[in-house]
Protein backbone atom coordinates (compact mmCIF):
# COMPACT_ATOMS: atom_id res chain seq x y z
CA UNK A 1 0.00 0.00 0.00
CA UNK A 2 1.44 3.63 -1.00
CA UNK A 3 0.19 6.89 -1.75
CA UNK A 4 -1.02 8.13 2.20
CA UNK A 5 -1.55 11.72 2.85
CA UNK A 6 -0.09 14.05 5.76
CA UNK A 7 -1.74 17.15 7.48
CA UNK A 8 0.97 18.93 5.39
CA UNK A 9 -0.04 17.83 2.21
CA UNK A 10 0.37 21.18 -0.38
CA UNK A 11 -2.61 20.49 -2.35
CA UNK A 12 -6.07 22.72 -2.15
CA UNK A 13 -8.39 21.33 0.09
CA UNK A 14 -10.70 19.87 -3.04
CA UNK A 15 -7.95 18.76 -4.60
CA UNK A 16 -6.83 16.78 -1.14
CA UNK A 17 -10.48 15.52 -0.63
CA UNK A 18 -10.52 13.92 -3.29
CA UNK A 19 -7.17 12.14 -3.54
CA UNK A 20 -5.60 12.26 0.21
CA UNK A 21 -5.50 9.17 2.38
CA UNK A 22 -5.65 6.54 -1.01
CA UNK A 23 -3.74 3.85 -0.71
CA UNK A 24 -3.57 1.64 -3.61
CA UNK A 25 -3.73 -2.09 -3.41
CA UNK A 26 -1.63 -4.04 -5.53
CA UNK A 27 -4.51 -4.00 -8.04
CA UNK A 28 -3.83 -0.51 -8.93
CA UNK A 29 -7.62 0.39 -8.74
CA UNK A 30 -8.23 3.86 -9.23
CA UNK A 31 -11.45 4.43 -7.40
CA UNK A 32 -10.48 3.35 -2.88
CA UNK A 33 -11.05 -0.31 -2.59
CA UNK A 34 -13.49 -1.26 -0.18
CA UNK A 35 -12.63 -3.77 2.27
CA UNK A 36 -15.21 -5.58 3.17
CA UNK A 37 -13.23 -8.18 5.64
CA UNK A 38 -13.59 -8.30 9.29
CA UNK A 39 -9.77 -9.32 10.12
CA UNK A 40 -6.42 -10.24 8.31
CA UNK A 41 -4.26 -13.55 7.89
CA UNK A 42 -0.44 -13.62 9.00
CA UNK A 43 2.38 -15.66 7.14
CA UNK A 44 3.42 -16.61 10.31
CA UNK A 45 2.59 -17.08 14.20
CA UNK A 46 5.57 -14.87 15.11
CA UNK A 47 4.29 -12.50 12.88
CA UNK A 48 0.72 -12.27 14.42
CA UNK A 49 2.61 -11.79 17.80
CA UNK A 50 4.45 -8.50 16.68
CA UNK A 51 1.17 -6.84 14.76
CA UNK A 52 -0.69 -7.92 18.09
CA UNK A 53 1.99 -5.90 20.41
CA UNK A 54 2.15 -3.17 17.80
CA UNK A 55 5.72 -4.20 17.06
CA UNK A 56 4.56 -4.71 13.04
CA UNK A 57 2.70 -2.42 11.04
CA UNK A 58 -0.58 -4.05 9.85
CA UNK A 59 -4.38 -4.31 10.32
CA UNK A 60 -5.53 -6.92 13.02
CA UNK A 61 -9.32 -7.12 13.03
CA UNK A 62 -11.84 -4.21 11.90
CA UNK A 63 -12.88 -3.46 15.32
CA UNK A 64 -9.40 -1.29 15.58
CA UNK A 65 -8.80 -0.88 12.03
CA UNK A 66 -9.59 -1.40 8.33
CA UNK A 67 -7.81 -0.07 5.10
CA UNK A 68 -10.96 1.33 3.64
CA UNK A 69 -11.98 3.03 7.21
CA UNK A 70 -8.01 3.97 7.29
CA UNK A 71 -8.87 6.08 4.17
CA UNK A 72 -11.30 7.69 5.30
CA UNK A 73 -10.13 8.85 8.71
CA UNK A 74 -6.76 9.85 7.01
CA UNK A 75 -8.82 11.96 4.58
CA UNK A 76 -10.55 13.62 7.15
CA UNK A 77 -7.46 14.28 9.12
CA UNK A 78 -5.80 15.76 6.08
CA UNK A 79 -8.59 18.15 5.16
CA UNK A 80 -8.89 19.07 8.72
CA UNK A 81 -5.35 19.66 9.08
CA UNK A 82 -4.22 17.94 11.58
CA UNK A 83 -2.53 14.37 12.88
CA UNK A 84 -5.08 11.97 13.57
CA UNK A 85 -8.74 11.14 13.29
CA UNK A 86 -10.67 7.85 14.40
CA UNK A 87 -14.08 6.65 12.58
CA UNK A 88 -16.81 5.98 14.14
CA UNK A 89 -19.88 4.42 13.47
CA UNK A 90 -22.08 7.33 13.98
CA UNK A 91 -22.33 10.74 15.20
CA UNK A 92 -23.44 9.82 18.38
CA UNK A 93 -20.55 7.47 18.97
CA UNK A 94 -18.02 10.30 18.21
CA UNK A 95 -19.41 12.63 20.59
CA UNK A 96 -19.97 10.11 23.30
CA UNK A 97 -16.49 8.57 22.69
CA UNK A 98 -14.71 12.00 22.39
CA UNK A 99 -16.24 12.81 25.91
CA UNK A 100 -16.04 9.83 27.80
CA UNK A 101 -12.48 9.46 26.49
CA UNK A 102 -11.58 12.32 28.30
CA UNK A 103 -13.02 12.18 31.85
CA UNK A 104 -13.09 10.25 34.63
CA UNK A 105 -15.48 10.10 37.70
CA UNK A 106 -15.02 13.37 39.68
CA UNK A 107 -14.32 15.34 36.77
CA UNK A 108 -16.44 18.21 34.93
CA UNK A 109 -17.64 19.06 31.87
CA UNK A 110 -18.85 22.92 31.23
CA UNK A 111 -21.08 22.64 27.86
CA UNK A 112 -22.88 25.50 25.88
CA UNK A 113 -26.87 23.92 26.17
CA UNK A 114 -27.88 24.88 23.02
CA UNK A 115 -26.86 21.38 21.56
CA UNK A 116 -28.51 18.50 19.41
CA UNK A 117 -31.16 16.73 21.44
CA UNK A 118 -28.51 13.05 22.02
CA UNK A 119 -25.88 15.58 22.90
CA UNK A 120 -27.65 17.12 25.77
CA UNK A 121 -28.49 13.75 27.27
CA UNK A 122 -25.52 12.29 27.00
CA UNK A 123 -23.89 15.64 28.78
CA UNK A 124 -27.36 15.85 31.23
CA UNK A 125 -27.93 12.23 32.29
CA UNK A 126 -25.93 10.07 30.60
CA UNK A 127 -22.11 11.26 31.71
CA UNK A 128 -23.65 12.53 35.30
CA UNK A 129 -24.33 8.17 35.99
CA UNK A 130 -20.96 7.61 36.09
CA UNK A 131 -19.59 10.46 38.50
CA UNK A 132 -18.79 12.97 35.85
CA UNK A 133 -20.36 16.82 37.33
CA UNK A 134 -21.13 18.85 34.23
CA UNK A 135 -23.00 22.30 33.88
CA UNK A 136 -24.59 23.56 31.10
CA UNK A 137 -24.12 27.49 30.64
CA UNK A 138 -25.35 29.93 27.92
CA UNK A 139 -22.24 29.40 25.54
CA UNK A 140 -23.04 33.29 23.98
CA UNK A 141 -22.24 34.30 27.26
CA UNK A 142 -18.68 34.50 27.97
CA UNK A 143 -18.53 35.38 31.57
CA UNK A 144 -20.93 32.34 31.99
CA UNK A 145 -18.33 29.87 30.86
CA UNK A 146 -15.55 31.46 33.56
CA UNK A 147 -18.27 31.22 36.18
CA UNK A 148 -19.15 27.68 35.58
CA UNK A 149 -15.29 26.84 35.63
CA UNK A 150 -14.08 24.22 38.79
CA UNK A 151 -10.50 23.08 39.89
CA UNK A 152 -11.92 19.59 38.42
CA UNK A 153 -12.98 20.88 35.17
CA UNK A 154 -11.70 18.90 32.47
CA UNK A 155 -13.79 19.22 29.01
CA UNK A 156 -15.42 21.93 27.23
CA UNK A 157 -17.67 21.50 25.09
CA UNK A 158 -20.06 23.37 22.52
CA UNK A 159 -21.88 23.14 18.82
CA UNK A 160 -21.94 26.00 16.87
CA UNK A 161 -24.28 26.63 14.47
CA UNK A 162 -26.22 25.61 16.83
CA UNK A 163 -29.10 22.75 16.30
CA UNK A 164 -31.68 23.75 15.44
CA UNK A 165 -31.65 27.33 16.70
CA UNK A 166 -28.06 28.13 14.89
CA UNK A 167 -27.19 30.15 18.10
CA UNK A 168 -23.29 31.44 17.34
CA UNK A 169 -20.46 30.45 20.06
CA UNK A 170 -17.30 32.23 19.61
CA UNK A 171 -15.02 29.25 19.60
CA UNK A 172 -11.43 31.36 19.85
CA UNK A 173 -12.73 33.51 23.17
CA UNK A 174 -14.15 30.17 24.56
CA UNK A 175 -10.90 28.06 23.59
CA UNK A 176 -8.75 30.65 25.60
CA UNK A 177 -10.93 30.11 28.64
CA UNK A 178 -10.67 27.11 28.34
CA UNK A 179 -7.20 26.68 28.00
CA UNK A 180 -6.72 29.30 31.11
CA UNK A 181 -8.11 26.44 33.51
CA UNK A 182 -6.43 23.58 32.33
CA UNK A 183 -9.40 22.55 30.29
CA UNK A 184 -9.18 21.50 26.58
CA UNK A 185 -12.21 22.23 24.21
CA UNK A 186 -14.22 19.84 21.74
CA UNK A 187 -16.56 21.22 19.01
CA UNK A 188 -18.93 19.23 17.20
CA UNK A 189 -18.78 21.19 13.75
CA UNK A 190 -21.71 19.41 12.05
CA UNK A 191 -23.71 22.36 10.97
CA UNK A 192 -20.46 24.21 9.41
CA UNK A 193 -19.17 21.32 8.43
CA UNK A 194 -15.66 20.76 7.66
CA UNK A 195 -15.39 23.14 4.76
CA UNK A 196 -17.06 26.42 6.66
CA UNK A 197 -15.33 26.71 9.65
CA UNK A 198 -12.00 25.31 11.03
CA UNK A 199 -12.03 24.54 14.65
CA UNK A 200 -8.58 23.79 14.75
CA UNK A 201 -7.46 26.60 13.97
CA UNK A 202 -9.42 28.68 16.31
CA UNK A 203 -7.85 26.99 19.61
CA UNK A 204 -9.91 23.67 19.41
CA UNK A 205 -8.02 20.74 20.81
CA UNK A 206 -10.58 18.11 19.69
CA UNK A 207 -13.72 17.99 16.68
CA UNK A 208 -16.17 15.60 16.34
CA UNK A 209 -18.29 15.19 13.19
CA UNK A 210 -21.55 13.82 12.27
CA UNK A 211 -20.47 12.08 8.80
CA UNK A 212 -24.23 10.84 8.46
CA UNK A 213 -25.17 14.40 7.19
CA UNK A 214 -22.79 16.89 4.82
CA UNK A 215 -19.80 14.75 4.74
CA UNK A 216 -22.37 11.56 3.21
CA UNK A 217 -24.74 14.13 1.53
CA UNK A 218 -26.93 11.80 0.23
CA UNK A 219 -28.71 10.11 3.35
CA UNK A 220 -27.46 7.04 2.36
CA UNK A 221 -25.47 5.83 6.06
CA UNK A 222 -24.77 6.89 9.61
CA UNK A 223 -20.80 7.63 10.29
CA UNK A 224 -19.03 9.50 12.86
CA UNK A 225 -15.31 11.05 12.95
CA UNK A 226 -13.26 12.49 16.02
CA UNK A 227 -10.01 14.18 15.21
CA UNK A 228 -7.40 15.84 17.14
CA UNK A 229 -3.48 15.59 17.44
CA UNK A 230 -1.34 12.28 17.44
CA UNK A 231 -0.86 12.72 21.56
CA UNK A 232 -4.86 13.83 21.76
CA UNK A 233 -6.04 10.87 20.01
CA UNK A 234 -3.53 8.27 21.60
CA UNK A 235 -4.46 9.91 25.24
CA UNK A 236 -8.01 9.58 24.82
CA UNK A 237 -9.75 7.76 22.20
CA UNK A 238 -7.82 5.15 20.66
CA UNK A 239 -7.53 2.52 23.44
CA UNK A 240 -10.97 3.11 24.47
CA UNK A 241 -12.34 2.92 20.81
CA UNK A 242 -10.58 -0.55 20.26
CA UNK A 243 -11.94 -1.76 23.92
CA UNK A 244 -15.68 -0.57 23.84
CA UNK A 245 -16.33 -1.35 19.45
CA UNK A 246 -18.00 1.47 18.14
CA UNK A 247 -16.22 0.75 14.89
CA UNK A 248 -17.25 2.43 11.50
CA UNK A 249 -18.10 -0.15 9.15
CA UNK A 250 -15.44 -0.61 5.77
CA UNK A 251 -18.88 -0.22 3.84
CA UNK A 252 -20.13 3.18 5.74
CA UNK A 253 -16.19 4.27 5.12
CA UNK A 254 -16.02 3.77 1.46
CA UNK A 255 -19.05 5.26 0.95
CA UNK A 256 -18.24 8.78 3.19
CA UNK A 257 -14.73 8.42 1.22
CA UNK A 258 -16.94 9.03 -1.87
CA UNK A 259 -18.83 11.81 -0.45
CA UNK A 260 -15.90 13.97 0.65
CA UNK A 261 -14.65 14.12 -2.86
CA UNK A 262 -17.80 16.07 -3.71
CA UNK A 263 -18.21 17.91 -0.63
CA UNK A 264 -17.42 21.36 -1.63
CA UNK A 265 -19.38 21.17 -4.79
CA UNK A 266 -22.51 20.56 -2.89
CA UNK A 267 -21.88 22.43 -0.20
CA UNK A 268 -21.19 25.34 -1.99
CA UNK A 269 -24.07 24.62 -3.98
CA UNK A 270 -26.47 24.36 -1.26
CA UNK A 271 -24.93 27.37 1.05
CA UNK A 272 -25.78 29.60 -1.91
CA UNK A 273 -29.03 28.07 -2.77
CA UNK A 274 -29.52 28.79 1.51
CA UNK A 275 -28.95 31.97 0.87
CA UNK A 276 -31.37 32.66 -2.16
CA UNK A 277 -34.09 30.69 0.03
CA UNK A 278 -33.60 32.53 3.22
CA UNK A 279 -33.74 36.03 1.44
CA UNK A 280 -36.86 35.21 0.14
CA UNK A 281 -38.62 33.67 3.14
CA UNK A 282 -37.55 35.81 5.32
CA UNK A 283 -39.34 38.68 3.46
CA UNK A 284 -42.53 36.75 3.50
CA UNK A 285 -45.58 37.36 5.99
CA UNK A 286 -46.18 34.40 7.53
CA UNK A 287 -42.61 34.21 8.91
CA UNK A 288 -41.49 35.52 11.86
CA UNK A 289 -37.84 35.57 13.07
CA UNK A 290 -35.77 33.84 10.44
CA UNK A 291 -32.10 32.64 11.56
CA UNK A 292 -29.98 32.26 8.79
CA UNK A 293 -26.11 32.05 9.13
CA UNK A 294 -25.51 33.97 6.58
CA UNK A 295 -27.78 37.09 6.22
CA UNK A 296 -26.44 40.38 8.09
CA UNK A 297 -29.57 40.42 10.22
CA UNK A 298 -27.99 36.72 12.03
CA UNK A 299 -27.81 38.56 15.91
CA UNK A 300 -24.06 37.17 15.94
CA UNK A 301 -23.05 38.37 12.58
CA UNK A 302 -19.66 39.79 13.44
CA UNK A 303 -18.28 36.29 15.28
CA UNK A 304 -19.66 34.76 12.06
CA UNK A 305 -17.70 37.00 9.93
CA UNK A 306 -14.36 36.19 12.35
CA UNK A 307 -15.14 32.58 12.19
CA UNK A 308 -17.03 30.88 9.36
CA UNK A 309 -16.82 31.07 5.54
CA UNK A 310 -20.40 30.72 4.52
CA UNK A 311 -23.82 30.96 5.94
CA UNK A 312 -24.28 26.55 5.96
CA UNK A 313 -26.94 24.91 4.33
CA UNK A 314 -29.47 25.73 7.13
CA UNK A 315 -31.98 28.35 7.94
CA UNK A 316 -34.38 27.96 10.75
CA UNK A 317 -37.90 30.27 11.28
CA UNK A 318 -40.30 30.53 12.93
CA UNK A 319 -44.31 30.05 11.17
CA UNK A 320 -46.88 33.08 12.68
CA UNK A 321 -49.10 30.78 14.09
CA UNK A 322 -47.30 27.90 16.38
CA UNK A 323 -47.43 24.78 16.42
CA UNK A 324 -50.76 24.41 13.97
CA UNK A 325 -49.89 26.78 11.48
CA UNK A 326 -46.10 24.67 11.21
CA UNK A 327 -47.78 21.56 10.68
CA UNK A 328 -50.39 23.14 7.84
CA UNK A 329 -47.35 24.50 6.58
CA UNK A 330 -45.11 21.10 6.61
CA UNK A 331 -47.92 19.13 4.99
CA UNK A 332 -48.28 21.38 2.41
CA UNK A 333 -44.75 21.31 1.04
CA UNK A 334 -44.78 18.66 -1.93
CA UNK A 335 -41.17 18.84 -2.94
CA UNK A 336 -39.24 19.52 0.41
CA UNK A 337 -39.80 16.41 2.44
CA UNK A 338 -40.37 16.50 6.39
CA UNK A 339 -37.36 14.72 7.94
CA UNK A 340 -34.90 14.63 10.36
CA UNK A 341 -31.56 14.43 8.58
CA UNK A 342 -29.52 17.20 7.40
CA UNK A 343 -26.67 17.96 4.59
CA UNK A 344 -28.97 16.16 2.24
CA UNK A 345 -29.15 16.33 -1.36
CA UNK A 346 -32.61 16.37 -0.83
CA UNK A 347 -33.72 19.84 0.99
CA UNK A 348 -35.65 18.55 4.22
CA UNK A 349 -37.86 20.15 6.92
CA UNK A 350 -38.10 19.44 10.50
CA UNK A 351 -40.15 20.56 13.31
CA UNK A 352 -37.71 20.39 16.21
CA UNK A 353 -40.59 20.86 19.26
CA UNK A 354 -41.94 17.72 18.53
CA UNK A 355 -38.98 15.59 16.85
CA UNK A 356 -35.76 16.11 17.72
CA UNK A 357 -36.17 17.80 20.61
CA UNK A 358 -39.53 16.63 22.27
CA UNK A 359 -37.84 14.89 25.25
CA UNK A 360 -37.11 18.26 26.75
CA UNK A 361 -39.73 20.25 28.70
CA UNK A 362 -41.10 23.40 27.67
CA UNK A 363 -39.01 25.60 29.41
CA UNK A 364 -35.51 23.48 28.45
CA UNK A 365 -37.10 24.44 25.12
CA UNK A 366 -38.03 27.61 25.45
CA UNK A 367 -34.34 28.31 26.88
CA UNK A 368 -33.10 26.45 23.56
CA UNK A 369 -35.17 29.00 21.34
CA UNK A 370 -36.97 26.16 20.39
CA UNK A 371 -40.46 27.55 19.49
CA UNK A 372 -43.73 25.43 18.63
CA UNK A 373 -44.03 27.23 15.41
CA UNK A 374 -40.29 26.86 14.59
CA UNK A 375 -39.06 24.89 11.48
CA UNK A 376 -35.45 23.98 10.31
CA UNK A 377 -35.23 23.92 6.98
CA UNK A 378 -31.89 22.39 5.52
CA UNK A 379 -31.58 23.34 2.07
CA UNK A 380 -30.57 20.23 -0.44
CA UNK A 381 -29.30 20.36 -4.56
CA UNK A 382 -32.32 21.22 -5.96
CA UNK A 383 -32.73 24.37 -8.33
CA UNK A 384 -33.18 26.82 -5.58
CA UNK A 385 -36.09 28.54 -7.61
CA UNK A 386 -38.28 25.02 -7.27
CA UNK A 387 -37.48 25.10 -3.50
CA UNK A 388 -38.67 28.64 -3.18
CA UNK A 389 -41.65 28.30 -5.30
CA UNK A 390 -42.75 24.64 -2.92
CA UNK A 391 -41.96 26.99 0.38
CA UNK A 392 -43.98 29.54 -0.62
CA UNK A 393 -46.97 28.01 -1.73
CA UNK A 394 -47.15 26.11 1.61
CA UNK A 395 -46.80 28.81 3.70
CA UNK A 396 -49.94 30.71 1.76
CA UNK A 397 -51.57 27.45 3.56
CA UNK A 398 -50.03 27.83 6.59
C1 LIG B 1 -26.92 14.52 13.77
C2 LIG B 1 -26.06 15.18 14.76
C3 LIG B 1 -25.34 14.42 15.70
C4 LIG B 1 -25.46 12.91 15.79
O1 LIG B 1 -25.08 12.24 14.64
P1 LIG B 1 -25.61 10.76 14.25
O2 LIG B 1 -24.78 10.40 13.08
O3 LIG B 1 -27.07 10.89 13.96
O4 LIG B 1 -25.38 9.89 15.44
C5 LIG B 1 -24.51 15.09 16.58
N1 LIG B 1 -24.43 16.43 16.58
C6 LIG B 1 -25.11 17.20 15.69
C7 LIG B 1 -24.96 18.66 15.73
C8 LIG B 1 -25.95 16.60 14.76
O5 LIG B 1 -26.63 17.36 13.90
Redesign the pocket.
Known amino acids: MAETSSPTSPFHPETRLVHDGSFRSSFGETSEALFLTQGHVYASAEECEARFKDELPGYIYARFSNPTVAMFEARMASFEGVEAARATA??????TAALMGQVKAGDHIVSARA??G??RYVIEEWLPRFGVETTLVDGTDLSAWKKAVRPNTKVFFL?TP??PTLEIIDIRAVADIAHECGAKLTV?N??ATPLLQKPFELGADCV??????HIDGQGRC???VILGSEQFINDHIKTPLRQTGPALSPFNAWVLLKGLETLPLRVERQTRSAGSVADILAAHSKIEKLIYCGRKDHPQADIIAKQMKGGSTLIAFNVKGGKDAAFRFLNALKLVRISN??GDAKSLVTHPATTTHQRFTPEARAEMGITDGLVRLSVGLEHPDDLIADLVQALERA
Not at 90 to 95: C, I, L, P, R, S
Not at 208 to 213: G, P, Q, R
Open positions: TGMAAVLFSCESNDVFVYSATKLGGNL
